[in-house]
């Protein structure tokens, strides 16, 4: 899809959010503890380079993405740092992961031997492939699955001259929630893991944003996974307390782009959802669901001037309309996510009445919006 510049919808990322949220995060860390940014999806739609860049100069010292292609990307625009890919990479793709000098995730005793035998054939292969082992501690979702089969794949890594053990990791399913049972069972299963190992590998890690947030004290590892947390989102909506204020990167704005008075009785939108019930002020706003504005939108607030303007009709594919308290003039700011004249609209407030969770709002917005950068 192609980025539509000439329009006035737009995301704008603040860098000095993003910065503080990482110097905030990094200031509370002991002692060689070090922060990998989560950049994956397009950095949670706030644009995987940008973020990447800005996350390097508060002190970031690696990144995770989920996949091969995301990492290809850090690298072609000149990131040199370490890149942890998350997700499974088939062993067919490996040739990619030595050309650009990626970490990736083990998760499995037959991709390990399926690798071996790939990498076997990589003649041009210089420097052996960086493996994180994954435990699944209880996320049912990647990795091994006992202290012994850890134990194995370790023993397999290590004896295998074309790969070396880089790191061992595990993923909370629960960290985000107040009440702290599961997580406490998922961490002392990691820490079985880690007691029968006769040695660690340069990178332990088990901590997301939730993790790193509110189980500080007793996390295990030496680097942490910091994703939603560095783009300003509370990972557990508000069912927690922010240990420190964070600051949200992303705003959403547009302009109105007409206004009019409708009499009484005219109809707004496809399927005519919206009938005027009086003569009313209606602004049309250039985003809708083609932009990651979905339909469901309807029904929910904009600001215009510091007022709230409800989306009334249905939100057509580029173009939605809201009804205006008075007469506005074309051009004026709209702002669907972000502060307007001492109000303001949350990332978390827009998954509320979508009924999902925040981190799919900036995931689902189009490339279609800009990403423009502001200090
Ligand atoms: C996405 C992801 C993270 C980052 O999670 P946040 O909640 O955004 O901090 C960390 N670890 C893994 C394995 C992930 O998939």
């Not at 005793?109 to 492939?129: G, R």
């Not at 302009?255 to 959802?273: C, N, P, R």
């Not at 004026?332 to 303001?344: S, Y």
């Amino acid at each position: 899809m192609v980025v539509t510049y000439h329009r006035p919808t737009r995301a704008i990322i603040h860098r000095k959010a993003l910065r503080e949220n990482i110097r905030n995060e990094v200031e509370r860390l002991p002692k060689g503890v070090e922060l990998f940014a989560v950049v994956k999806a397009d950095g949670y739609g706030h644009g995987a380079v940008a973020t990447a860049q800005t996350a390097l100069t508060a002190g970031a010292t690696g990144f995770c993405v989920a996949t091969l292609d995301e990492a290809i990307e850090l690298r072609e625009a000149g990131i040199t740092e370490p890149i942890l890919v998350l997700s499974v990479v088939f062993p067919s793709y490996l040739s990619l992961v030595v050309d650009y000098d990626l970490s990736i995730t083990v998760a499995t005793k037959d991709w390990l031997l399926e690798a071996q035998e790939v990498l076997k054939d990589l003649t041009e292969m210089t420097e052996p492939i960086k493996i994180h082992i994954k435990a699944d501690t209880g996320m049912g979702r990647i990795g091994f699955l006992t202290p012994k089969e850890v134990q194995e794949a370790a023993a397999i890594v290590e004896a295998s001259p074309n790969m070396v053990w880089e790191g061992l990791f595990t993923h909370f399913a629960t960290a985000d929630e107040a009440d702290f049972t599961y997580w406490q069972t998922q961490a002392s299963r990691f820490q079985a893991v880690l007691s029968t190992l006769d040695h660690l590998p340069r990178y332990v890690h088990s901590s997301n944003s939730a993790t790193a947030l509110w189980h500080d004290k007793e996390m295990p590892g030496n680097m942490i996974r910091y994703g939603v947390g560095m783009y300003g989102l509370n990972p557990s909506g508000h069912e927690l307390p922010e240990p420190y204020n964070l600051q949200p990167a992303m705003e959403l704005v547009s302009e109105l782009i007409q206004v009019k008075k409708l009499a009484a009785d005219e109809g707004v939108g496809y399927g005519k959802t919206y009938d005027t019930p009086k003569e009313e002020w209606i602004g049309t706003v250039p985003i809708g669901y083609a932009d990651g504005w979905v339909r469901k939108m309807q029904g929910f607030s904009l600001l215009v001037d510091g007022e709230f303007c409800e989306i009334i009709g249905r939100v057509c594919m580029d173009q939605l309309m809201i009804r205006l308290p008075k007469e506005v003039k074309v051009g004026t700011k709209v702002t669907l996510i972000g502060k307007n004249k001492g109000q303001e609209i949350t990332m978390q407030e827009v998954a509320e009445h979508l009924g999902t969770i925040h981190y799919e709002i900036c995931c689902i917005l189009s490339e279609r919006v800009p990403r423009i950068y502001q200090e």
